[in-house]
């Protein structure tokens, strides 16, 4: 076994506390964590209707304070406020603070942690494996061909590209001035370079160890946050690293969340805990019956903009046990999407990867969600987009569900142009990834009843505070947000991560070091070297061995073997050249171990008549002065120097004094 320090790096490329993207160095291999892409820039972008809008179409150019007109055609002013006129773009992963293409792998721990993958693989040269569950690949996929339907179906003529000029953007107003990275937005991906990024995807499941390299073994675990949801252990044979990323302790559909793996790792990297954290889902679901109840008894009709995947299911589920109770049971509920039905359809087919309630439901055989039974009974049905049979279907007072939750692409927008002008009307934001009062501001003047019931599964400050007590990690790293209370509340200081030692804080471009203890190396010896060993006693119960061998390193795995016997040089007066001599092994020189205690030196000094002894001592051992003879000795733990001036006969008999209280192996 051989010893030493190492250091683990940790390159942070997204500030988006629930977007994560990080990149670990460890033991040779290159490990990318999730590639989370902040959609949040869409909030600065014009809606893209699906039909002609007149009132967008009419909204007046930004013009600055001195006149200029510059930016006229590039960005418009609606209700005070100024948004770029052009196709939404999105803030990537910092690409620029190491080279991506060395990356070995990417662990994506669920579907809407991989969103930027194709920004990625197709673009920064990167030639390995992306790993993730089956559930987490193919509902990503839809997340992003629905995406990138909903980008290419409304095109823009125009570019707007001006606005970016930095000299330009420093007159701009607020909030578009507070814009961060706004180089690095790029437009969305298109569906061949979607195909591309998933076909490096390699499938794993539960528990599965997989080794890269015979460096380290990663292991997925399950979050409980969505379907598919993983933690992943990262572990060489003496080194643990946990990352923790959108997990969830509560009672949904996924598989709960697995927490005794763990425990007693070196490092564990906490990210995507609740946006809102003041907010109890249980509380906010029962809010959302309410409101649409009330809303539809009044003759309105209630939009809700989500995902086609994920809180959706429990959206549905709910109101499959209220409809009835309410007398909502003729009310129509339309989920409208590209993918909705692939989304129901998955939902169901996906059953070992869901709580034992529903798994077990598989077998009964009945479907693990009820929203099978409510498309049967024609309570629920879905569309790819609100064309075609959608239009002919349609009827009111009813309730929606589309995309996209930003209200800046997608069918979601059509709707709040149709009703956003009657109070009757009500929309209802549930996915807490988008600020709801500037996902609405390119639409005011809005007489719609606006009602926020985010619900957010993922871990809470309380939940996880009790999860580090119990998983007792020596080092916790997270994203600075976590280590100060919200803004908005500076007071609540159980709104952050409280933990001994305090967590280490990362942001964006940010690179961080961290020590791991003294730890070993795995070494295989070979039977015949271990044959020869000879070990000696130091101290009762131990003994020790000096081994002389060659270290073979070979795909992150070492060998000791044997010295090489010497070759018998040929008889003959052939003369031999440099490249014909072999290396030649000398037998090692002993080895020392053992203490001085200082009292019992100084006694043997004396015998051998040196009396003249000053000793002193130092936090590192003890100095031994003998002054008629102007010598020091230094005495330490690990090492002893003698230090006299041009008397080799006394340091001779000094060193020999020093050698009998060691031994010799």
Known sequence: MSCWRKWLRQYCLSGHPTLPCNILKFKSTTIM????????????????????????SKLPGWISKDGNAMLEKE????????????VPEFCLPETELLDLSTVD??????????????????????TGTVYSTEPTMQIGRLLMEELVSFMERVPKPQSATFWKNQEMFRHLPAPLKDAV??????RCYTMP??????????LVGYSQKIELFGAVQITPLSSGYCLGSSNWIIQSHYEKVAYVSGSSLLTTHPQPMEQTSLKNSDVLILTGLTQIPTANPDGMLGEFCSNLAVTIRSGGNVLVPCYPSGVIYDLLECLYQYIDSAGLSSVPFYFISPVANSSLEFSQIFAEWLCHNKQSKVYLPEPPFPHAELIQTNKLKHYPSIHGEFSNDFKQPCVVFTGHPSLRFGDVVHFLELWGKSSLNTIIFTEPDFSYLDALAPYQPLSMKCVYCPIDTRLNFIQVSKLLKEVQPLHVVCPEQYTQPPPAQ???TDLMIDCQPSPMAYRRSEVLTLPFKRRYEKIELMPDLAESLVPSEIKPGISMATVSAVLQTKDNKHILRSLPKPVQQPTGKRRKRINDEIPEFKPPKPLLCGSITIEQFVQSLEKHGITDVKVEDTPEGHIVHLQSEDTLIQIEEDSTHIICDNNEPLRTKLRDLVLKFLQKL
């Open 33 to 56: 964590l999730d590639c989370g892409l902040d959609m949040t820039s869409a909030l600065h972008f014009l809606p893209l209707p699906l039909v002609h809008s007149p009132r967008l």
């Open 75 to 86: 960005l418009k002013d609606c209700a005070g406020r100024v948004f770029v006129d052009s």
């Open 105 to 126: 792998v990417i662990l994506i721990s669920n579907y809407h942690c991989m969103m930027a993958l194709p920004y990625i693989t197709e673009h920064t040269g990167f």
């Open 181 to 186: 990275e706004v180089l690095t937005w790029k």
């Open 193 to 202: 370079e979607v195909n591309l990024a998933l076909s490096k995807v390699q």
């Open 490 to 492: 500076s007071h609540r």
